[in-house]
């Protein structure tokens, strides 16, 4: 009975070690001359007019580089599925146990080398940057990515304390943002306000309009909480749009004050900061300022989460997220713990966007649209909802990633001088969504870490085990 | 079948116990929507007794379980736990009287661990005896000690009903109301489970109100037993009356239950 199983193994074995590269070359020429067949009639010539004229312009150049992609795309192909059934064929000794004797799992590797290495590179940024850079002014523009980063990476933080851990599906959460952004932008420029002040004042404004937003929406839960949500968003920033009297409408709010350094201006006066310390006056210095200070909020919105996911109430957000109805069963108000947890993400989204207020010194209506929600709800579910250290990397991710596209002139010498890499960041953005949900489609980081560590970490994967409802 | 009821007698149980309900429901009619799923039901649990309800799928056993946790809420009629009237009081006020449930489909938090769920269950008392507790649900049910910090979904099914119960535990109820513990479990799991359920309640004087279909464990267990048919309570009894009872023998032990 036993032999001819060895043997068909042994044979799978052999088959798949020796990767067949003759014939994957073969398959790969064969797509390739297909497309160059098929790219003959839509992409070799292009029509150009010219006045009354119509001229052909070939374009031969590109059809070699799509056939050359395909190509490639063919053989990786190959490749690929050569080794993954020679992965198949020879199955780890360990896959058996798997379950009950995990090794340390993604998550763990990624905190215990991941969270030094990222928060080591945090706090030092502007001086590497400085370093590489070989100047000040030189590293603005990578001080500045560093700030927009982030400021997502504090979004994203904040908004998981709803979607993640009290499983409330937010759409509306750039609302929050707004109310932040522009109860610093009122009372600094109204009232004279300093944003020390104005801090925490945009906190607690943005919790009460979480609590606001809240109350009706007790009942909802899923899709039909979604759209509630999504509607709020589009409230306020209608409101901010249409009551001119107070918000300026859609020209906004300008000449904001700047922040200072607790009190002292980053001015180039006698009672500047660079005066004041000694140093030559430089731009940079409020730049390197407000990248500290948004670290330090995030960093921030990071300990306050990460604290009260071990009190009772950051547990009973996730008791309510995994089963409401048990939840109640077991004593918990769930009307206060959906509220705390609105609040609570509502109050961080305020102190982001009290910072955007300060650091750009202009808000209008328009950078709190949908698409900014969508963003940080993209961060927080790509990251893996509830883990911490995956938002952060979704936000580097989602916010840095366009930057670099930016940054790709070499391909215009490919596809011409008119081509923009940046277009085409909604359709990376959405093809990275779709490989998302295929590969990873709990985040990159799915697993959640218990919040009581008895002896030694144990982790089995979350994908193996079923999300709650309720 | 539900004229039958008589034979037995719709007999009050404080005629016959002097002991002041622990809880008592009386006239309960409760909706969904128009439609009515409990149509007047009247029962006791008086302190210190393992009070079970037997009845088919869908007579409204489960129903009567949330009716007295207040979800749904009885639109007629009225519910008193204590000398309180609990009718209209929201759901975890309920359970902070001293009230803990074991909901139908055991309901424990599955990518939670073991432990984050039982403290989970201790959160209403302040956490303040959490640890004598833990010892104690650890004693009575060893597998749970062993998967401490493991996920609740990872557990077998066995294990999530004994993990759904010791939550329940560590609140430290008076009254313990489980529904179907014994669902979809192995005759020895079934057991194991109905032993500690009458431990519970001979050694810590728990009061246990069962919501079974395991007829036979059930009445077995229990002091006094009701049977639920549609909507109505049709007979009431002790374990053993019912039992012995042909009609019940007829509708719910009929078939190996041995």
Same mark, same amino acid.
Request: with cysteine; hydrophobic share 50%; proline share 4%.
């Given at each position: 009975?036993?032999?001819?199983?060895?043997?068909?193994?042994?044979?799978?074995?052999?088959?798949?070690?020796?990767?067949?590269?003759?014939?994957?070359?073969?398959?790969?020429?064969?797509?390739?001359?297909?497309?160059?067949?098929?790219?003959?009639?839509?992409?070799?010539?292009?029509?150009?007019?010219?006045?009354?004229?119509?001229?052909?312009?070939?374009?031969?150049?590109?059809?070699?580089?799509?056939?050359?992609?395909?190509?490639?795309?063919?053989?990786?192909?190959?490749?690929?599925?050569?080794?993954?059934?020679?992965?198949?064929?020879?199955?780890?000794?360990?896959?058996?146990?798997?379950?009950?004797?995990?090794?340390?799992?993604?998550?763990?590797?990624?905190?215990?080398?991941?969270?030094?290495?990222?928060?080591?590179?945090?706090?030092?940024?502007?001086?590497?940057?400085?370093?590489?850079?070989?100047?000040?002014?030189?590293?603005?523009?990578?001080?500045?990515?560093?700030?927009?980063?982030?400021?997502?990476?504090?979004?994203?933080?904040?908004?998981?304390?709803?979607?993640?851990?009290?499983?409330?599906?937010?759409?509306?959460?750039?609302?929050?943002?707004?109310?932040?952004?522009?109860?610093?932008?009122?009372?600094?420029?109204?009232?004279?306000?300093?944003?020390?002040?104005?801090?925490?004042?945009?906190?607690?404004?943005?919790?009460?309009?979480?609590?606001?937003?809240?109350?009706?929406?007790?009942?909802?839960?899923?899709?039909?909480?979604?759209?509630?949500?999504?509607?709020?968003?589009?409230?306020?920033?209608?409101?901010?749009?249409?009551?001119?009297?107070?918000?300026?409408?859609?020209?906004?709010?300008?000449?904001?004050?700047?922040?200072?350094?607790?009190?002292?201006?980053?001015?180039?006066?006698?009672?500047?900061?660079?005066?004041?310390?000694?140093?030559?006056?430089?731009?940079?210095?409020?730049?390197?300022?407000?990248?500290?200070?948004?670290?330090?909020?995030?960093?921030?919105?990071?300990?306050?989460?990460?604290?009260?996911?071990?009190?009772?109430?950051?547990?009973?957000?996730?008791?309510?997220?995994?089963?409401?109805?048990?939840?109640?069963?077991?004593?918990?108000?769930?009307?206060?713990?959906?509220?705390?947890?609105?609040?609570?993400?509502?109050?961080?989204?305020?102190?982001?966007?009290?910072?955007?207020?300060?650091?750009?010194?202009?808000?209008?209506?328009?950078?709190?649209?949908?698409?900014?929600?969508?963003?940080?709800?993209?961060?927080?579910?790509?990251?893996?909802?509830?883990?911490?250290?995956?938002?952060?990397?979704?936000?580097?991710?989602?916010?840095?990633?366009?930057?670099?596209?930016?940054?790709?002139?070499?391909?215009?010498?490919?596809?011409?001088?008119?081509?923009?890499?940046?277009?085409?960041?909604?359709?990376?953005?959405?093809?990275?969504?779709?490989?998302?949900?295929?590969?990873?489609?709990?985040?990159?980081?799915?697993?959640?870490?218990?919040?009581?560590?008895?002896?030694?970490?144990?982790?089995?994967?979350?994908?193996?085990?079923?999300?709650?409802?309720? | 079948?539900?004229?039958?009821?008589?034979?037995?007698?719709?007999?009050?149980?404080?005629?016959?116990?002097?002991?002041?309900?622990?809880?008592?429901?009386?006239?309960?009619?409760?909706?969904?929507?128009?439609?009515?799923?409990?149509?007047?039901?009247?029962?006791?649990?008086?302190?210190?007794?393992?009070?079970?309800?037997?009845?088919?799928?869908?007579?409204?056993?489960?129903?009567?379980?949330?009716?007295?946790?207040?979800?749904?809420?009885?639109?007629?009629?009225?519910?008193?736990?204590?000398?309180?009237?609990?009718?209209?009081?929201?759901?975890?006020?309920?359970?902070?009287?001293?009230?803990?449930?074991?909901?139908?489909?055991?309901?424990?938090?599955?990518?939670?661990?073991?432990?984050?769920?039982?403290?989970?269950?201790?959160?209403?008392?302040?956490?303040?005896?959490?640890?004598?507790?833990?010892?104690?649900?650890?004693?009575?049910?060893?597998?749970?000690?062993?998967?401490?910090?493991?996920?609740?979904?990872?557990?077998?099914?066995?294990?999530?009903?004994?993990?759904?119960?010791?939550?329940?535990? +560590? /609140?430290?109820?008076?009254?313990? *109301? $489980? !529904?179907? =513990?014994?669902?979809?479990? #192995?005759? @020895?799991?079934?057991?194991?489970?109905?032993?500690?359920?009458?431990?519970?309640?001979?050694?810590?004087?728990?009061?246990?109100?069962?919501?079974?279909?395991?007829?036979?464990?059930?009445?077995?267990?229990?002091?006094?037993?009701?049977?639920?048919?549609?909507?109505?309570?049709? +007979? /009431?009894?002790?374990?053993?009356? *019912? $039992? !012995?009872? =042909?009609?019940?023998?007829? #509708?719910? @032990?009929?078939?190996?239950?041995?």
């Amino acid at each position: 009975m036993n032999a001819p199983s060895i043997t068909t193994t042994a044979q799978t074995n052999t088959v798949s070690r020796n990767f067949d590269l003759a014939a994957a070359f073969k398959d790969a020429l064969k797509a390739a001359l297909i497309t160059l067949g098929l790219s003959i009639p839509i992409l070799s010539y292009k029509t150009n007019q010219s006045g009354a004229d119509l001229f052909l312009t070939s374009r031969w150049g590109l059809v070699a580089i799509v056939c050359a992609i395909v190509f490639g795309l063919r053989l990786v192909l190959h490749a690929f599925t050569a080794s993954k059934a020679y992965a198949k064929a020879t199955p780890s000794p360990r896959q058996a146990t798997e379950l009950v004797d995990a090794g340390p799992s993604a998550f763990q590797k990624a905190s215990r080398f991941g969270v030094p290495f990222f928060l080591g590179v945090a706090l030092t940024f502007p001086v590497l940057i400085y370093l590489i850079q070989g100047g000040l002014n030189e590293s603005r523009y990578w001080v500045d990515l560093g700030i927009l980063i982030l400021t997502y990476v504090m979004l994203g933080w904040g908004l998981n304390i709803v979607v993640g851990l009290a499983g409330l599906l937010d759409l509306g959460y750039v609302a929050f943002y707004a109310v932040g952004a522009y109860s610093y932008a009122l009372l600094s420029t109204t009232f004279g306000l300093s944003f020390w002040i104005c801090l925490p004042l945009a906190g607690i404004l943005a919790a009460f309009w979480g609590m606001i937003l809240g109350f009706p929406v007790l009942r909802l839960r899923g899709d039909y909480l979604a759209i509630v949500t999504l509607a709020f968003g589009e409230i306020i920033r209608l409101v901010l749009i249409n009551w001119v009297d107070l918000t300026n409408g859609g020209a906004g709010i300008s000449s904001i004050p700047r922040a200072t350094f607790f009190g002292i201006p980053f001015t180039a006066g006698e009672d500047g900061f660079a005066a004041t310390f000694g140093l030559e006056f430089n731009g940079m210095h409020r730049m390197i300022f407000l990248y500290y200070l948004i670290l330090a909020l995030a960093l921030l919105t990071n300990f306050v989460t990460m604290r009260l996911r071990k009190l009772p109430v950051g547990r009973a957000w996730e008791a309510l997220r995994e089963d409401e109805i048990a939840c109640r069963s077991l004593g918990i108000n769930t009307t206060n713990t959906k509220l705390t947890a609105f609040a609570i993400g509502a109050m961080f989204g305020g102190f982001a966007g009290s910072f955007f207020a300060v650091r750009q010194g202009f808000v209008s209506p328009e950078s709190f649209n949908f698409l900014e929600s969508a963003i940080i709800l993209a961060i927080v579910v790509m990251g893996g909802m509830g883990s911490q250290i995956g938002v952060a990397i979704a936000a580097i991710v989602l916010v840095g990633g366009p930057e670099v596209l930016r940054n790709l002139t070499f391909l215009q010498s490919v596809f011409g001088t008119g081509f923009d890499p940046n277009e085409y960041r909604l359709l990376l953005f959405g093809a990275g969504m779709v490989a998302m949900m295929v590969w990873r489609p709990r985040g990159l980081i799915s697993e959640r870490e218990p919040s009581v560590i008895l002896k030694e970490r144990k982790a089995i994967s979350g994908s193996l085990v079923k999300e709650g409802h309720g | 079948m539900s004229t039958a009821g008589a034979n037995i007698a719709m007999q009050n149980p404080q005629a016959s116990t002097a002991r002041q309900p622990l809880l008592s429901v009386r006239g309960v009619k409760t909706y969904y929507g128009n439609i009515i799923a409990l149509k007047g039901v009247d029962m006791d649990v008086n302190e210190g007794e393992i009070v079970t309800l037997i009845g088919a799928n869908g007579a409204g056993k489960s129903t009567l379980m949330m009716t007295i946790f207040g979800n749904p809420r009885a639109r007629e009629g009225t519910i008193t736990y204590a000398g309180r009237d609990i009718t209209k009081m929201p759901t975890h006020e309920i359970a902070r009287m001293s009230i803990a449930q074991s909901p139908e489909g055991r309901r424990i938090f599955p990518r939670m661990t073991v432990y984050e769920n039982l403290q989970m269950g201790a959160s209403m008392n302040g956490m303040a005896y959490f640890d004598q507790d833990l010892e104690r649900v650890c004693t009575l049910f060893p597998r749970l000690k062993e998967r401490l910090q493991q996920r609740g979904g990872t557990l077998s099914g066995g294990e999530q009903q004994m993990l759904a119960i010791a939550r329940a535990l +560590m /609140s430290r109820p008076k009254l313990l *109301l $489980l !529904d179907e =513990p014994s669902l979809g479990l #192995a005759p @020895l799991i079934v057991k194991q489970i109905f032993q500690i359920i009458k431990e519970l309640n001979e050694k810590d004087g728990m009061t246990v109100f069962l919501v079974e279909q395991n007829a036979y464990h059930a009445l077995k267990l229990a002091h006094r037993g009701y049977v639920m048919v549609t909507g109505n309570i049709t +007979m /009431s009894g002790t374990g053993k009356e *019912l $039992l !012995d009872d =042909p009609q019940v023998k007829a #509708a719910y @032990l009929e078939g190996g239950h041995h």
